[in-house]
């Protein structure tokens, strides 16, 4: 079975691991966690970046930071992973979900504006430090929005100038959900800067993995500090067991970071290779039956997990795995789900659903040899 996405574990991985055992610092403590953070940091441009214990904890903190509280909306892209969604649910905050772009499958900007225009009101929320906190408002129940989630699916991204432009004007925050596009860029400027915070993930079928991490991205040096007291369960001190607020146990651990900086080291040939995945998956598969993703303008994607739209996309699920390529459908819409199916969904042509029922995600692996890129263009050809 040609694998859809797995780790390429091929560099310093082994030796930066058995130097973590080889003097004992495995645990949340070592240098390989600030090593890392730099790497991680240094790549993307960003001032900080704050290791964690995955993206999803990393996503529930920098929300928690950003000030979304119990009762806000927090609005979701209609399709993405469930973590997006779990994140807001774990601070009390409820998904407000809006449909995607037929093409990009990103956040549907028109959408959005029409929404926010006709749809809320800007109040003064509470005072900070002796500052007015104006927030966006639903008209019909006065319910606040405290943050926005883009989620750039599949490495891909959105007209982020146009977002951010909306984000001003109607007083939202932004924490980008950038945990699919470590490598991505809009205009130059690397995904998960464009927010308060962004967020990285680097699970087993991340363009980098450490098994389970996550990082935390910020140009503010007082919520990075913040972040990182957090994710240390707010403990003040370094002997004793003092502790100044409810924290957390989101600390990447060191043996995984030992990991992350290996696969740091090699993300610029990972990068290259997805890249030529995708150009021959494209030039050998699209036809008037067959596309992939529509790349944003002005975006240099990761091409992280290469997926194409079709017309039968079950029976081609089924033709592809039983020819040893491995597959899998693409998430189901947020609204769909038992947990988010009274939440508020913003659509007009219900996109997502069109997404979920013609997607298909095939081998993206940065290993995968041109044999296997080959196998799987002859046997997606091969479907009848």
């Known amino acids: 079975m040609i694998p859809l996405s797995i780790p390429n574990i091929s560099g310093n991985e082994w030796q930066y691991v058995k130097d973590c055992l080889d003097t004992g610092w495995i645990s949340s403590v070592g240098s390989y966690v600030n090593q890392f953070e730099e790497k991680v940091a240094a790549f993307t441009g960003a001032k900080y970046a704050v290791a964690a214990m995955n993206g999803t904890a990393a996503l529930h903190l920098s929300m928690q930071l950003t000030g ?13 992973f469930i973590a997006s969604c ?3 649910s774990y601070l009390g905050a409820e998904p407000l979900l809006i449909d995607v772009d037929k093409y990009t499958w990103q956040i549907d900007l028109n959408l959005l504006e029409s929404f926010l225009e006709e ?6 929320s509470k005072v900070v430090d002796e500052t ?4 966006s408002h639903i008209k019909h129940s006065g319910r606040r929005i405290g943050a926005i989630l883009p989620v750039h699916v599949l490495g891909n991204m959105t007209d982020m100038d146009r977002l951010s432009a909306i984000c001003s004007k109607y007083h939202i925050p932004m924490v980008e959900d950038s945990t699919e596009a470590l490598g991505s860029t809009y205009k130059g400027k690397h995904a998960g800067t464009f927010g308060i915070f962004g967020t990285s993930s680097f699970n087993g079928n991340k363009i980098i993995s450490t098994g389970g991490g996550g990082m ?5 040096e007082h919520l990075a500090k913040k972040a990182k007291h957090l994710t240390t369960q707010a403990k003040t001190d370094p002997f004793e067991y003092d502790h100044d ?7 990447l651990v060191n043996i995984l970071a030992a990991v992350g900086v290996a696969q740091m080291e090699q993300l610029p040939g990972f990068l290259k290779r997805k890249k030529e995945i995708d150009k021959y998956y494209r030039q050998s598969l699209e036809n008037e039956n067959l596309r992939f993703q529509k790349n944003g303008d002005n975006v240099e994607p990761n091409n992280w997990l290469h997926t194409m739209w079709v017309d039968h996309q079950r029976p081609m699920i089924d033709h592809l795995l039983k020819n040893g390529v491995q597959c899998r459908p693409f998430w189901v819409p947020m609204h769909e789900l038992s947990m988010f199916k009274n939440c508020a969904f913003v659509s007009e042509n219900q996109i997502s659903q069109q997404v979920y029922r013609h997607c298909i995600s095939i081998p993206s692996s940065t290993n995968l040899t041109d044999a296997q890129v080959e196998e799987v263009v002859k046997v997606v050809r091969g479907f009848e």
């Open 68 to 80: 979304v509280e119990r009762g806000d909306l927090v609005i979701v892209p209609d399709i993405t």
């Open 216 to 220: 935390i991205l910020t140009n503010d």
């Open 86 to 88: 779990n994140a807001v």
């Open 132 to 135: 007015e906190i104006i927030r």
């Open 119 to 124: 749809n809320t009101f800007l109040m003064g």
């Open 245 to 251: 607020e409810i924290g957390y146990n989101y600390r």
